[in-house]
């Protein structure tokens, strides 16, 4: 999993700022999840993107939350005006195709630290 | 909604015992799929375990999976203080694309 590459580790803001959490994927791989933890919690799911395109984003908070995947360069998950429930960890995962079936491994990184002050 | 979810919620033997460590989901499912964290840390990928597949072994690890009872077993030989984190099991619903993590079980081996 170290081939998945989040920064910052850790970021702190202030109640109101903006949060941009970066994550590379794994060489050769397309596929980009985005999953939230809260403290002595599990992963909450809340984005699957390809490149270009966002494929499922019924787990992301509808305002102030937002993801990308452009073709060039690596997966940004925003935050917009941020408060402090949104102190968490988030994390990056990839996978060389989607899952389903072909039963394909996601591999994480070692997530960014969010915490709103 | 919660797909999976473990059991025990917390789990604390001596070094050289065995940990068992229980996840339990509500859909059909793809795959199933075990993950260490450490603590401060990323997931670790352990194993993961096909709907089609009932068993799978890896170094001290070996992974049960019921489909009837939809529930799946992480067995650990021969703990170890490194072994000591937390345990995740994670479920593509059939049909889906996404991982559903539970809640995870706390794993402290005691040296």
């Known amino acids: 999993n170290a081939g998945v590459m989040q920064n910052p580790r850790h970021l702190v803001r202030r109640r109101g700022q903006e949060a941009r959490l970066r994550c590379s994927p794994m060489?050769?791989?397309?596929?980009v999840y985005w999953y939230r933890q809260l403290p002595e919690e599990g992963l909450k799911f809340m984005v699957y993107?390809?490149?270009?395109?966002?494929?499922?984003e019924s787990g992301m908070p509808k305002e102030r939350f937002s993801a990308e995947f452009p073709k060039e360069g690596p997966s940004i998950l925003r935050i917009q005006q941020v408060v402090r429930g949104d102190s968490a960890a988030y994390f990056c995962?990839?996978?060389?195709?989607?899952?389903?079936?072909?039963?394909?491994?996601?591999?994480f990184g070692e997530g960014s630290w969010l915490t709103v002050v | 909604s919660q797909q999976g979810e473990e059991d025990p919620q917390a789990l604390s033997i001596q070094e050289g015992e065995n940990a068992t460590m229980n996840c339990s989901y509500k859909?059909?499912?793809?795959?199933l799929q075990w993950y260490r964290q450490n603590s401060g840390r990323g997931l670790v990928h352990l194993i993961l375990?096909?709907?089609?597949?009932r068993e799978k072994h890896s170094g001290r690890l070996r992974v049960t999976l019921d489909t009837s009872k939809k529930s799946s077993s992480l067995l650990i030989t021969a703990s170890r203080a490194a072994d000591t984190a937390s345990y995740f099991c994670?479920?593509?619903?059939?049909?889906?694309?996404?991982?559903?993590f539970g809640t995870g079980t706390r794993l402290k081996v005691l040296a």
């Open positions: 995962a990839s996978s060389l195709e989607g899952t389903g079936l072909s039963g394909n491994t996601i591999y």
């Open positions: 060489k050769g791989h397309s596929h």
């Open positions: 993107l390809q490149k270009e395109n966002i494929i499922d």
């Open positions: 859909t059909s499912i793809n795959n």
């Open positions: 375990i096909r709907s089609n597949e």
């Open positions: 994670a479920t593509d619903a059939s049909g889906t694309y996404k991982y559903i």
